[in-house]
């Protein structure tokens, strides 16, 4: 139970210091290349629908990838007669041509000019917010790709009103006028769709408009949630809609509306730039999500933050945040944007190290040197003063020119933990036995301990553990004494280290475990007083192991060590001692096979031989042979069977009867069930009744006849 | 002499009397059926006690999945985990005929319910029962003496005990089906001829379907036959008799799965084996005295004796080999303790358990069959004028009945009808000494003595019934003649009838003291009468698990019971597991419908002495083993409240004494205070501790201020105590039933559940802006 | 002694054989089904002392149902014997009938138990 709670303990302990540590957001790496790669495996060269298609190569183009699918013909076809095709929807029209943009293929400006009209047709008289999206889109797209085409809408006022028309007050948008639920999702495709309508705008939009749509946006922007990590996201309120967006599609709809409204329209709309920041801080957060749409979200709405007129975040990252003392481990720092390009000249300072959890400060105000090859900015070698702990980093980015401030949100401080790992010296350590007036030290015990500890810890650094050999104590103990162990820990810098677990082990040869905590006091200190622990220690004597486990996750040199041997002799358990609980072989054992069940079959009867059975068969036929013959011999007679006719064919039936009967039983034998049988032998019985009275009563009249003759 | 006189006269009274006699066994059927309704009046009609409620629930699986299904029913609910072979360990006798029955009464569209079905067996049975003692008793004594007899089992106590509407138990079929069987086996003596003797053997397969007393019969009819063959009685009627009864009977028991071949094997059977051979060795010895002239029989009775003997000293040694060899080594349990009325105290705490095994007192002998205790020897002697193979097998059956009576409670109901049929012998007997010396005193008016031997025995047996009256002034009629043709049939030397009469003069009474006689006995019918319809009513017709009590306030009716299954079946999982003492657990069964660990038929005797030691262990230790049965909740029943006496405080005991018998540790000594059982303040802490004691009075006494027991009569010893591992779910409303759930095992980690309940309230609280990225 | 008792023996042989030779044929043929049925029983129960009762039911209905045939024909035999004064009154026919309705419900039974 207690090594249980205290695996239990150190899980807590680790997730603890995962999840501090990840809260450093790196930018995207190669390792999306790479699971890029694999999740837009093209199947039989196509990504299967147009939609695919466009996430697939949309993500392949954000991150360089210039693999285009070998069946990129095959693909164009698709594309051009979906274009060319006047049935196909606006949403088929929308994909072909994001396609189209990224591939290149070339669709005659014959089939555009055919679709403009149509789509123009499905603008004007579009209702819901999904037809204005992907028509206006596509439009969009069109004047992007042709030359000629005339794509300008006439009352671009008109659809941007009706468009607006399904805003709410809380700045989210309702997917059409017909029903009632908004949506965080709507607004993103709804605020896309209207950047669309500004750019194809014959006449400029009145500002009026734009104004409410900006205060629009910042309503929508109250609405965001946040992460306690500083991650920004947009999430639906009503769940259940008709299809339900979790928050990575919906905040990435967002940020692409946001973006393509920021890039069509002049002027600023004031978005502070920590909410960006927050937003690309949310995406790269995922990490690398397992699902191909949520890679091409991810990725997408990245991309549009790393280019949009709002601000650029830049995120500022280390590539480790474990610095160890005693390998002169540099403090290294990067500043990218978020699709990890350079940031533009800036510097790094280190505006405050401290120990997490404690006020005082060990470093202030130190700039970090720029790198030019690797593109980080390094701190050489921290400084004395910093000792072995969880500290906590902020840093703070200084642009070199001041425009950039505007340009670029970094979101002021970062605050970063990081660990400093080391090496822990343990000295004086010594284990004695005590008698129990605090008398007899025996000392040389001591000095072998300290001399394997010292060379075990020599050892451990040389990153080689040798266990064999090594438990050079034995000690051996009755009840009335104690058994004392005390070590020190001393960090580099000389301080009293107080490791997260200090444990001392005993297991009994029935493995019988028991565990102590060795508590601190400046010097580690346990002393057992077995008189106290015999009913602890169910009374076991025999010979204990002795196991000290000292760890940490800034001390390097963890360990877990075998000590050695004690003896102890403990009085007799008297009757109702507690049992000591059965120990399982391997805590682990109870989810491993258990142990096959032999199942006991009964023995089979054994059988005769056969061929004494058919002897015996035959026996049994003898008497029947000797009872005819016996019959020959005494002449049986059938004088009395009836002459005339009537009697004889009842007598006839009688035994025909009879023997129906029991031809019957044979089938019961073999076959029938009991009912069955019992329903035949009811009219059987009847019959044979009928039959067998008469026949009987004639014989019985005849031969009283005869005797009264 | 009458027969002779006025021979059309008494052929017309013959019809007459026939008929007559016809529509009294029509009313005496529907007077046994009548009175044992009370509990339905009374009550409702419910099943009653504990194992008609299985019986109840067999013959709903009958009636909903057929035959087959209930041959190889392997029953789950029960026995947990063991389970139980219901098809195999049942004798269905009761289950068929009910199931029959309801079949019928459907196919002919009469709806009526399983459960009425059941409620009326009993009744209906015990009315097919007095006309077989009918039967038999005409078989014996003649018409009168039938009628009599009939009349008194219709109201015997001891039978309405067990056959009141919805005691719906084997028993109350299985007393026709013995009374059928002695009938049948009677009636092939008298005529020996083959077709009785089937019918008897089939007779006889039904009375092994029933009951397990079957063995009476196995046991009782060889001892008559070997008895005949002692005093010389042997005929060839007695072979014919007996012999096919034992091969076809043997056969027919073999094919009921419960008995199977213990038929064979076990030696409450070799008594039968034994007379078998011994009754064919007397017919060849028999026969061939037949054969011989006297003088070489002389010769060949040496032969052939020594060879008789010598064939049956051999069968017995087999036989005892077999014995020695057979699977139960020897008698049964229940077998034992009626040849050994101590042998079940000593070895068997569960069958010594039962209050019905336990020997009976002389109350309960005169509350069980009254006046005809005293009304039997009369009934012997007349058996012994003249001895007869019928009579005296009549007078084999009252012994053996009243030895096992003398054994176990339960067999009252065996002896019984022995007592009727001997005491309706004695009294028709001494009705017509009586009025034939009234009719001898004033031989002129025949007709008028008659008449006032009819009203004078007019308000006997059965006062205020006109059945009895009616009856009575009958079989004071027909009592002559019918006892003349049976002598003539029965003696076929035939003594001259002019002797007969001359007796009859010798027997005759002054006229004062005659009428005197029948007016005691009339006295002595009207208190058997009032005696059992008191009985009837107030005794035997309580349904034990609806309970009333009167009190200077009126009527108290207690439901707790079906309170507390009714709350089981609606508040627990189906596949709960619900542990009480065995005495609920058929009706924890049929009636909640939950699995239960051991109930009233008990087969293992580990099971039922687990759930003892765990009842009378410390709070602890029963909760682990309870848990390792993998119980839900376990029910206690308690009266201290109500004052309830059969309650599990009292029973408690016997839970301790199986339990010790299987699980030392538990010992009777640690829960008497020098010897004696008390739940007081003087009571040994082990009895204060044990979990039977802390369920029986959790919070009792919060009812009264000072927690007084209305059944022990005294204050609880400990009355503040608080439960660790069961807390109490359900209590019914006079505290009768108590109903505890086991509390989950405790979590091992304290700290860390809190941890983790704090972090998912941290994590679901979503206002507090800062939430845990769930993406890290 | 000896052969005095041997002596009665014979003298009781032969009074037997003329005793039984004064039986009608009917009896001598019940006789001797009696005789067949015991014979085949007595096999059977020979055959389970050497191999052993295995199919108990199968042995226990094989030896039943020759007993039974044999217990019922002597029923049988006693009901008919002429000079059987208990039966006067009972026809042969009547005892015949009852003979033939006992050996079915006795097969019936048999069969049923025969496995």
New interface residues.
């Given amino acids: 139970m207690a090594t249980r709670n205290l695996g239990g303990f150190l899980v807590l302990v680790l997730a603890f210091t995962i999840c501090e540590a990840a809260s450093v957001f790196q930018p995207i790496s190669d390792s999306h290349l790479s699971a890029a790669l694999e999740l837009f495996a093209p199947v039989s060269g196509s990504f299967g629908s147009l939609e695919e298609t466009y996430e697939a190569l949309r993500t392949f183009e954000i991150l360089g990838i210039d693999k285009k699918p070998d069946g990129s013909s095959t693909t164009c076809h698709s594309v051009e007669e979906t274009v060319g095709s006047s049935s196909s929807t606006p949403k088929d029209l929308l994909y072909a041509l994001r396609v189209n943009r990224i591939l290149k293929c070339k669709v005659n400006e014959e089939n555009f000019k055919g679709i403009v009209s149509m789509l123009k047709a499905a603008v004007n008289d579009a209702s819901s917010l999904l037809d204005f999206y992907y028509s206006v889109g596509s439009l969009v797209l069109i004047k992007e790709q042709s030359s000629d085409a005339d794509l300008l809408l006439d009352d671009a006022d008109g659809i941007f009103h009706s468009i607006k028309a399904l805003s709410q007050s809380d700045g989210r948008w309702r997917y059409s006028s017909n029903n009632p639920e908004s949506s965080t999702y709507a607004a993103g495709l709804a605020l896309e769709a209207l950047a669309g309508v500004v750019s194809l705008a014959s006449s400029e939009i009145d500002q009026s408009a734009i104004g409410t749509l900006k205060s629009d946006i910042l309503k929508l922007f109250d609405s965001i949630e946040k992460y306690d990590d500083g991650a920004f996201y947009f999430d639906e309120k009503v769940v259940g809609a008709r299809q339900h967006h979790g928050p990575l599609s919906t905040t990435s709809s967002v940020v692409r509306g946001l973006t393509a409204f920021a890039s069509v329209t002049s002027g600023n709309l004031n978005l502070p730039g920590d909410k960006i920041l927050g937003l690309a801080k949310f995406f790269l957060g995922i990490g690398i999500p397992g699902d191909a749409k949520d890679f091409f979200n991810q990725i997408d709405s990245l991309a549009c933050l790393e280019n949009n007129r709002i601000s650029v975040p830049l995120i500022l990252s280390l590539p480790a945040t474990v610095l160890s003392l005693t390998k002169k481990d540099q403090l290294k720092v990067k500043v990218n944007t978020v699709l990890g390009s350079d940031a533009p000249p800036l510097t790094v300072k280190l505006v405050r190290a401290s120990v997490s959890g404690s006020k005082d400060v060990s470093i202030e105000n130190l700039d970090l040197k720029f790198d030019k090859e690797s593109a980080s900015h390094f701190l050489d070698v921290l400084p004395k003063t910093v000792d072995v702990g969880k500290y906590l980093f902020v840093f703070e980015v200084v642009f070199h020119d001041s425009e950039h401030e505007k340009v670029y949100a970094t979101g002021g401080r970062t605050q970063v933990p990081i660990f400093v790992t080391g090496v822990i010296k343990i000295d004086n350590t010594e284990i004695a036995i005590l008698d129990s007036d605090l008398g007899s030290i025996e000392t040389q015990k001591k000095l072998a301990f300290t001399s394997f500890i010292q060379s075990f810890i020599g050892q451990e650094t040389q990153k080689k553990l040798d266990l064999a050999g090594h438990n050079v104590v034995s000690l051996s103990a009755n009840h009335l004494q104690k058994l004392r162990l005390s070590f020190q820990l001393t960090t580099p810098l000389g301080q009293v280290f107080k490791p997260h677990q200090a444990f001392l082990k005993l297991r009994h040869e029935t493995k019988v475990e028991h565990i102590f905590v060795v508590g601190n006091s400046g010097k580690f200190e346990i002393v057992l007083d077995f008189l106290g622990l015999v009913e602890k220690l169910y009374y076991l004597s025999g010979s204990y192991d002795i196991q000290l486990t000292v760890g940490d996750s800034v001390m390097e040199n963890s360990f877990l060590k075998a000590i050695g041997l004690i003896d102890l002799d403990l009085p007799e358990a008297p009757e109702k001692a507690a049992r000591p609980p059965l120990q399982p072989i391997d805590p682990y054992s109870k989810y491993g096979p258990k142990a096959e069940i032999s199942h006991i079959f009964r023995a089979p009867e054994k059988l005769p031989p056969k061929e004494l059975s058919l002897t015996f068969l035959g026996l049994t036929v003898v008497p029947f042979i000797g009872f005819l013959v016996g019959l020959l011999r005494l002449g049986v007679n059938l004088k009395n069977f009836p002459s005339s006719t009537i009697p004889a064919t009842f007598a006839f039936l009688f035994h025909l009867g009879i023997a129906a009967v029991l031809l019957l039983y044979v089938l019961f034998w073999v076959k029938l069930d009991l009912f069955t049988t019992l329903k035949a032998l009811g009219l059987l019985g009847t019959f044979l009744l009928f039959v067998g009275h008469r026949i009987l009563s004639h014989l019985a009249s005849a031969s009283a006849k005869l005797k009264s003759a | 002499m009458a027969a002779s006189e006025t021979s059309n006269g008494t052929t017309l009274r013959h019809a007459f009397g026939n008929v007559f006699a016809l529509f009294i066994l029509l009313l005496i059927g529907v007077l046994a059926f009548s009175i044992r309704l009370f509990s339905v009046i009374k009550y409702e009609s419910v099943i009653h006690e504990f194992d008609p409620y299985f019986n109840y629930r067999v013959t709903q699986f009958l009636t909903k999945k057929g035959i087959y299904d209930f041959w190889n029913w392997f029953d789950d609910r029960t026995w947990y985990p063991l389970g139980r072979v219901i098809g195999g360990t049942v004798f269905p006798g009761l289950t068929l005929t009910a199931g029959t029955i309801w079949w019928i009464v459907n196919s002919l569209n009469i709806p009526l319910s399983v459960e009425t079905v059941c409620v009326f067996t009993a009744p209906i049975f015990s009315a097919f029962a007095s006309w077989a003692t009918y039967l038999l008793t005409k078989e014996v004594k003649g018409v009168g003496a039938g009628l009599t007899a009939a009349a008194l089992l219709a109201m015997v106590p001891s039978y309405i005990s067990r056959s009141v509407a919805g005691s719906y138990d084997n028993e109350a079929v299985a007393i026709f089906a013995l009374i059928f069987t002695f009938y049948l086996y009677i009636k092939t003596l008298n005529t020996g001829s083959l077709f009785y003797a089937t019918l008897n053997a089939i007779a006889y397969f039904y009375m092994v379907c029933s009951w397990g007393g079957y063995t009476f019969i196995i046991n009782l009819i060889p001892m008559h036959v070997l008895l005949c063959i002692v005093t010389g009685r042997y005929s060839s009627r007695l072979y014919i008799a007996y012999a096919p009864l034992v091969v076809l009977g043997t056969l027919l028991a073999a094919l009921v799965p419960v008995v199977g071949f213990n038929a064979v094997m076990t030696s409450e059977h070799f008594a039968s084996f034994l007379v078998f051979i011994i009754i064919h060795v007397v017919a060849l010895v028999y026969y061939i005295k037949g054969v011989l002239s006297p003088r070489m029989f002389k010769v060949a009775v040496t032969l052939v004796l020594s060879v008789g003997l010598v064939v049956c000293f051999a069968v017995i040694a087999v036989l005892v080999a077999l014995v020695a060899s057979s699977p139960t080594k020897g008698w049964s349990g229940r077998s034992l303790s009626l040849l050994d009325p101590t042998y079940a105290s000593k070895y068997i705490p569960i069958i010594a358990s039962v209050s019905e095994h336990q020997p009976p007192t002389w109350p309960s002998y005169f509350m069980d069959i009254n006046v005809l205790a005293f009304l039997v020897p009369a009934g012997i002697i007349a058996c012994f004028s003249p001895l007869s193979d019928a009579s005296s097998f009549v007078i084999l059956y009252i012994v053996t009945s009243v030895y096992f009576s003398g054994v176990m409670v339960r067999l009252m109901l065996v002896l019984a009808p022995a007592a009727c049929i001997m005491s309706g012998i004695a009294l028709s007997e001494a009705f017509e000494v009586f009025t034939r010396s009234i009719k001898f005193q004033l031989p002129g008016a025949p007709i008028d003595s008659q008449v006032d031997a009819g009203d004078k025995s007019s308000d006997n047996t059965t006062a205020q019934n006109d059945v009895a009256k009616t009856e009575k002034s009958e079989d004071t009629i027909k009592e002559r003649p019918s006892r003349k043709n049976k002598k003539k049939e029965k003696e076929p030397v035939g003594q001259p009838s002019v002797k007969s009469r001359f007796e009859k003069r010798l027997l005759v009474l002054p006229l004062e003291a005659s009428i005197l006689a029948i007016f005691l006995l009339v006295l002595l019918g009207a208190f058997y009468v009032v005696h059992s319809v008191w009985a009837a009513a107030e005794a035997y017709s309580a349904p034990s698990i609806v309970l009333t009590s009167h009190s200077h306030d009126g009527l108290h009716v207690f439901d707790d019971f079906r309170e507390a299954y009714a709350w089981l079946s609606h508040n627990t999982e189906v596949d709960d597991k619900v542990a009480s003492w065995w005495d609920y657990g058929y009706q924890t069964t049929a009636m909640a419908n939950r699995t239960v660990i051991v109930d009233n038929n008990t087969w293992n005797n580990t099971h039922i002495a687990t759930v003892g030691t765990a009842m009378s262990s410390p709070e602890k230790a029963a909760w682990e083993i309870f848990n390792s049965l993998d119980v839900k909740y376990v029910l206690v029943v308690f009266g201290g409240l109500v004052g309830y006496p059969s309650d599990d405080i009292n029973k408690f005991l016997w839970m301790v004494r199986i339990g010790g018998g299987v699980f030392p540790h538990i010992k009777e000594p640690d829960y008497l205070r020098d010897g004696q059982y008390r739940i007081d303040s003087q009571a040994t802490p082990t009895m204060l501790n044990c979990l039977m004691y802390k369920l029986s009075y959790y919070r009792f006494v919060e009812t009264d201020g000072k927690g007084f027991d209305r059944v022990r009569r005294t204050e609880i010893g400990k009355k503040y105590f608080k439960l660790n591992y069961f807390e109490e779910v359900f209590t019914t409303h006079h505290w009768m039933v108590r109903i505890y759930k086991l509390k989950p095992p405790k979590n091992r980690i304290r700290g860390k559940t809190k941890k983790s309940k704090s972090k998912t309230s941290s994590k679901t609280g979503k206002r507090s802006g800062t939430k845990k990225n769930p993406w890290h | 002694m000896a052969r005095s008792t041997s002596k009665?023996?014979q003298?009781?042989f032969q009074?037997?054989r003329s005793?039984?030779a004064a039986t009608p044929?009917n009896l001598?043929?019940i006789d001797?089904?009696v005789?067949?049925?015991v014979?085949?029983a007595a096999?059977?129960i020979?055959?389970m002392a050497?191999?052993?009762s295995?199919?108990?039911?199968s042995f226990?209905?094989g030896v039943?149902s020759c007993?039974?045939t044999a217990?019922?024909a002597?029923?049988?035999r006693?009901?008919v014997n002429k000079?059987?004064?208990?039966?006067k009154d009972?026809?042969?026919?009547?005892?015949?009938?009852?003979?033939?309705?006992?050996n079915?419900?006795?097969?019936?039974?048999?069969?049923?138990?025969?496995g």
Avoid: W
């Fill in positions: 009665d023996a003298a009781l009074s037997l005793a039984y044929t001598k043929i001797l089904y005789v067949f049925a014979l085949t096999i059977q020979v055959y050497i191999v052993g295995f199919p108990f039911n226990l209905s039943l007993i039974g217990v019922l002597v029923c049988l006693i009901q000079d059987n004064k208990e039966f009972l026809p042969p026919e009547r005892a015949f009938a009852d003979f033939v309705l006992c079915l419900v006795l097969h019936l039974v048999i069969m049923n138990f025969l």
